[in-house]
């Protein structure tokens, strides 16, 4: 198996992706520069990483336990400048909800092969929130990185996250909360680290499959059937398994007559043909004929009746009267 094909237990979250996205475009995103001398300048790229705070077991096994067997230095390696990114909240934009469901085609890995697979599907709009900080050296960093900040990430920045054969559409950006007193917050340590806070809005998607299928049940639900051994084309579900081969997916489309009737198979019909051998039943059609005769406009005094001539003849002769 390639490495494309490659599945591996953290594939499988929609939020997950997200976030690597996000990390993905924040890193090419933010730099400054620093002048070392009249002919040059350095420019100084940040790195994003997400937080790795959480449990003390955790952060024993990965920066003490692991580097003793690897034989590597006991600690993490704090970076400067770096960029940290935390998940403080997640939510349903139910305002921004659109079709149910779709038809949509996914491409999934079955058996070694890669699978499309049409499936109603909706994309739930989602609102997540980040609370972002960079580290720096000095005070003149901070303003540097205060306005890199602003002049890449104000407003809307557009990125997609693939989700292993499909992608949606996501953006983020700086929010405007005028409740706040102050979009960035600057902090100060003792360990001389100069860091300025501030908070990032994401929208993404999560998709929701028909009868509530996850991502992973997809390629579990294929039915494999005598009559499509070899699961050439889409898979279609249909409520109780996902078929591949379907009626429609291939038509014969050879039949150069809508006259000729079709095979009488029920859903095979479209295979073949009966070819009749006078589809038109012996009547020869004609074309239409026109008439020459000539038509002379009605006479309208031969629709007048006596009375009205006689009523019409005498008002005119006494028009005093």
Known sequence: MSAYNAEYNKDLSYIRHIIVALLNELNNKIYFYNVIDEDTKMKIDIPFYYSVTGQERFLLDKFLFDNIEEGKA????????????????ASIDSGALINKFVRTQIIRPYKGQLKTFALSTQAIPLSMNFTTTVIVNNNLELFK???????????NNLFYVDFGGFQAQSNFSLPE????????EYGFTDRKEFKVSFSLAVNSFIYVFEDGLQLAEIPMQV?????????????IYNGSGIYFGN??????????DIRKAPLSDGEASNQGYNPLSDPTGGVTPTGPTFSETVVLPVDLSDLESSESKEYRNANNSNPQS
């Open 74 to 89: 006991i600690g993490d390696y704090e970076r400067v400048p770096r960029g940290v990114i935390q998940l403080d909240s």
């Open 247 to 256: 009626v429609m997916e291939s038509i014969e489309n050879t039949i150069d």
């Open 223 to 235: 039915v494999e059937t005598s009559n499509n051994s070899s699961l050439s084309g889409v898979g």
């Open 145 to 155: 990185v205060t306005e890199a900040l602003i002049s890449r990430l104000y407003k």
């Open 177 to 184: 909360d005028l409740g706040q007193e102050q979009l960035f």
